[in-house]
């Protein structure tokens, strides 16, 4: 397939690839699964890590391992029971909403990217990996506050002088390709670099063969995006 | 016993504990245990988090327990592997150094304090607490880059965008109360408070009931201390 140069690229991408490893946080979801696309397409030698905290959509990581596999990358899972703080629809036992949501939801998750982006600061410590890519998104983000743009550059601020690299001048530089792109633009790019969507789940609530609920927020907004980009929804829903 | 006012004082402190809870980072060492102490002192309702990371030195969590049950405080403790991601003598086969060592020490633990205040930020904003409590201490530091007053600065700008509270336009305020002082200082001020630390567990070796090996980095820093502070030592050692 003929890829344009432009896709997956992003603010900190030029020229920086080149013998470079990446932590890619892969959740299993549509958005990570296109950000691994992209890192692996923008050069990097990439190690994915899947955070598993207790969710109750544990198909996730599942979907996290089939994705992995077909992209021929090396997957880590480092188990963080969230559950023991509580404090979201996601690890706790409150409904999850179908009927859309103002304000932030109870889907969220507190300090979820704070701990994930943490997780994968110390594996590109370990690994002495010199990037970090997160599929986040300010579009259609389902109103998080640490999906948006100015969290992820006080995250980068902080990183600097979190880590033995940043104290020794290199700095560990966190990437989000995704950030400005709509779903239906997510769907496309990573259509065009072979991401194969059945292999991911974006559910709040799939069953464990991981088919979709079809209702809730996530699985809302994943719908419209395949419906908008005029790409064929390939999820299946029980 | 007579506590002067100034102790267990910081920067963040005027007139801000007033029915105000705070999370207390506590390991079960000196330090956290006289953060917990100072932060009793003024005036929080305090909730103790334990992070187990599977660190070769689980008596550390025994302390912990024991700490919190003399201070009358609920401990949480939550677990994260970070045997998964390796890369330090604390959760790894590789032996802890015992003559002192330079620059980084191969008992930092990659992103550990990230990790942990990511975690102390999650507890928090299910807690609807305002304040979080970490022992951080920049002078007898053995080296970790995040241990700086600079990364603590970065981290609370970086919080503020993180959460649902900072978009709620309320911040969550991280105290480091031992940041400046000697080890010598934070013995005599906890003593004040009325710290048992024999209740305590610093050694990066401590067998299972809790006696320190006198030879690792931390058992010396913690010996000179209580040397320099003219208070009697009450570590057990084997």
Chains 1, 2 share one sequence.
């Not at 900190?12 to 080149?18: E, G, I, K, L």
């Not at 979907?63 to 021929?72: D, Y």
């Not at 996601?90 to 009927?99: A, E, H, K, Q, Y």
């Not at 290199?170 to 709509?182: D, K, N």
Request: with cysteine; hydrophobic share 40%.
């Amino acid at each position: 397939m003929n890829v344009p140069a432009s896709i997956g690229n992003d603010n900190n991408t030029a020229n920086r690839s080149a013998n470079r490893s990446a932590v890619v946080l892969l959740s299993g979801g549509l958005d990570s699964a296109t950000t691994l696309a992209m890192a692996q397409h923008q050069g990097y030698r990439c190690f994915a890590l899947a955070v598993d905290y207790g969710q109750r959509h544990a198909s996730e990581l599942k979907a996290a391992a089939r994705v992995s596999e077909t992209a021929g990358v090396t997957l880590k899972v480092v188990r963080v029971d969230l559950r023991t703080i509580g404090g979201s629809a996601l690890t706790d036992d409150i409904d999850v909403p179908t009927g859309g949501s103002v304000g932030i939801p109870v889907t969220y998750v507190p300090a979820r990217n704070t701990i994930m982006l943490s997780l994968a600061l110390g594996y590109a410590e370990v690994l002495k990996a010199s990037d970090i890519f997160i599929g986040v998104n300010a579009v259609d983000y389902s109103g998080y506050p640490d999906c948006r743009p100015e969290f992820i550059s006080a995250y980068q601020s902080m990183a600097r002088l979190a880590t033995k690299a940043g104290v020794e001048g290199a700095e560990i530089v966190i990437h989000t390709p995704l950030i400005q792109l709509t779903k239906a633009e997510i769907i496309r790019q990573g259509t065009a670099l072979g991401v194969d969507y059945s292999e991911t789940v974006s559910c709040y609530q799939a069953d464990d063969e991981g088919r979709a609920c079809g209702m809730c927020d996530s699985c809302r907004i994943r719908k419209a995006g395949f419906a908008a980009a005029s790409v064929p929804d390939p999820t299946r829903y029980y």
